[in-house]
């Protein structure tokens, strides 16, 4: 009983029965108060409308990651928007506001239903972000599981003292009564246990599975690690298959995508964890209190291994994998710095820390147990729709069998050996943390199909205008044309040259020329600036020194002038000043002009160069020497050339540098399949598929192309390709 409504309900009788002056003064304190209450709950719709967004924040992101699993055929559902980091857990908080307060009344049952679902709702949460501790390392683990417990424990003390007050429980319409025992409904303290357990036990039981599946996590992160580098070098042995002078098939790609598709696939933390037993032990629970969300999450891991076997391997409660005590046992094992010489305490400090692990041990083995059980129930639940489910599966294959019997058989036998063939050898990539749990044949195919679906749809977004740019391409000698040894730098130090430079240089002349048809120039930048996009990729991940990325940036900047305001260096493109219609003249006043921009840069103060000073300088310099170089190259007959014959000689520069620079997209799909973070492998294998996809109609151009006889690290350098084909050695 709270004291206070006593001692306000005796005022009132006091006050009824007397008409002293002290009376009277207290009733206007009393009315003042319970105004000044009225006053300061205002507030309350407003702070409802925060929390009810900050709710369906949560929601929307839960939302956003199921249709994320749908589009990519992952029914286990990958935390993507919705992960455990600060963000997160600050939104979670402001959403279990409600709970968290203690002193206001809810009077009404909306109000109460609000208060006590929040609990609910907060399991549904971390039903659904237990997977996202997978793609974290041990610092942001552990961080995490801290804040995420502080959270939690904070909530169920809160809702404990609530229960214990009565304060959840109170209700308006009990006020009618005289009796003030009437204000605050009483409870027993059996029933308060039962409220305790259907909000709080679950809330805590998550907590605890969280903390036991991080000790699991770090293990399964170095089992699967030291699998997918066996793998890997496997991977890299098939992959030296590869013919020497030519460039790798799309088939050849294609395999070499899938295997490392399957590797990633498979040894994906978070697949490794949704397909836990912890995993749908929180689904399970996230069901019994009434959510809808986490029970897909249950039934996707559930539905990995779904067979009588491994509903049998979960009874087997005897059964406990290393991996979720291995970490606890090499805890034991290691040594501990000890703050004192003294033997007697090292060996006091020795005994309870073998002693505090070896109760964690058992703790855990208690945990995993219990989710294994708890997971085994649904199954239990759902025999006789599974049982109906499997036999029409059965019926559905078996008049697909009967089809092909009367159709092509032999050739769909054939087809099928050789795709079992296949299947084969991709097993060799499959990652598991228990060899002797067999990977099912339906998620294999179900992986391959998505990789093949993913390819198959970016072939449709291939680069039509590039495509036009690199047939005029018949070899590689633009690359040893568009810059001679003959003409020196103007700069002090040299620049080492990069693809995208020269490319945007001379598209830069060729837009300078005013008498070409509009049409042509459009359809070449065009050209240009879809190549750029894999020029870029191909610099990015095989000419990634500093002195590279130096000059790579200056020419991305560049081509933003270029392309976007049609100027070079703050110079409007095309150049129309009087006498500048001839080729020679063109090429004289770009020459010039990079001249005079370079030497002002040089006899600048070193203190007085800026980040734009030097990029112009690298940019001029480019412009200075190709321009040289093509006056020196034709200066017999450059009066006699046409625009129209600078602009073919031109576009054959640029389509023969593209073509040359291409040729390491293979490489750089080789290179993209593997990655050393494990939390970014899928992302960079689907990279590597959707590239393979877009550049296929590339590849296939290039293939019959001989290659120069270079080291295949060298043919990622146009410096390496210019002094090839300008003096090349056996």
Known sequence: ????????????????????????????????????????????????????????????????????GLKNRKLWFPCKYFTVNAASLTVIAVAMKLPMDLSN???????????????????????????????????????????????VITL????????????????????????????YTEIQFFEKVIVVAIFVVPMLMLLIIYACSSLAILKSKEILESKYQAAHQKALKDHELKQPGRLLSVEMLKQ?????????????????????????????????????????????????????????KHVKVSKVESFWTQKLYDWKKSSIPFPSSSRRCK???????????????????????????????????????????ICFLYFLRCLKWLKAMFSASSIVLGQNSAQQGKNKDLRGYVLQLEDDIEFAD?????MLKSVNRLIQKAEKQQPNNLMKLLAESRGFEGVEKFESHRVPPLVSEEYINCWSLPLVTLTSIIMSLP????????????????????????????????????????????????????????????????????PEHILQWLRNTAKNMVIKVESMDIRGQNDNSKYSSICANSMYRITETILLSYHENIDEISQEELFALLSSMIADILAACLTNLPQVITMKCHTSAIEKREASVRAAAQLLGETTQIINSLQDRELPSLNPKDLAFIDKWHSYIKHPFP
């Open 1 to 68: 009983m709270n004291p206070d409504v006593v001692n306000d309900y005796d005022l009132l009788k006091r006050i009824c029965n007397s008409s002293e002056p002290e009376y009277l003064s207290r009733l206007w304190k009393l009315v003042y108060n319970s105004n000044q209450q009225n006053l300061y709950s205002k507030p309350m719709p407003w702070i409802g409308i925060y929390v009810a967004l900050a709710s369906l924040f949560c929601i929307l992101a839960m939302v956003a990651d199921l249709f994320h």
């Open 442 to 446: 339906r998620t294999l195919k179900g």
């Open 515 to 582: 008498n070409i048809q509009k049409n042509k120039v459009d359809c070449l930048v065009s050209g240009v600036s879809e190549g750029l996009v894999y020029v870029k990729l191909v610099e990015e991940t095989l000419n990634a020194t500093d002195d590279h990325v130096r000059i790579q940036k200056a020419a991305k900047t560049l081509w933003v002038e270029v392309e976007v305001y049609h100027k070079w260096l703050g110079n409007k493109l095309p150049i129309s000043k009087p006498r500048m219609n001839t």
């Open 156 to 183: 169920a003390v809160n809702v404990c003292i609530q229960i214990y007050t009565g304060i959840i429980f109170y209700s308006s319409d009990d006020a009618q009564y005289h009796d003030p025992k009437y204000f």
């Open 347 to 389: 060996i006091v400090i020795q005994v309870l820390k073998i002693l505090s692990l070896s109760i964690c041990i058992g703790f855990q083995k208690t945990v995993v147990v219990a989710c294994k059980m708890i997971a085994v129930i649904p199954i239990l639940i759902a025999v006789i729709p599974i049982f109906f489910v």
């Open 256 to 312: 070499h995508v899938s295997n490392y598709w399957i590797m990633a696939g498979t040894g994906s933390p978070q697949f490794m964890s949704a397909c836990s037993a912890t995993t749908s032990a929180t689904g399970f629970i996230g069901v019994i209190l009434g959510t809808i969300a986490p029970l897909a999450r249950c039934f996707a891991a559930l539905s990995f291994k779904l067979s009588l076997k491994w509903i049998w």
């Open 105 to 151: 009344l809810m009077p009404g049952v909306v109000d109460q239903v609000a208060k006590v679902g929040s609990t609910s709702f907060i399991c549904t949460m971390l039903a659904n972000l237990l997977p996202s501790l997978a793609t974290m390392d041990s610092k942001e683990l552990v961080s995490n599981i801290i804040a995420l417990a502080v959270l």
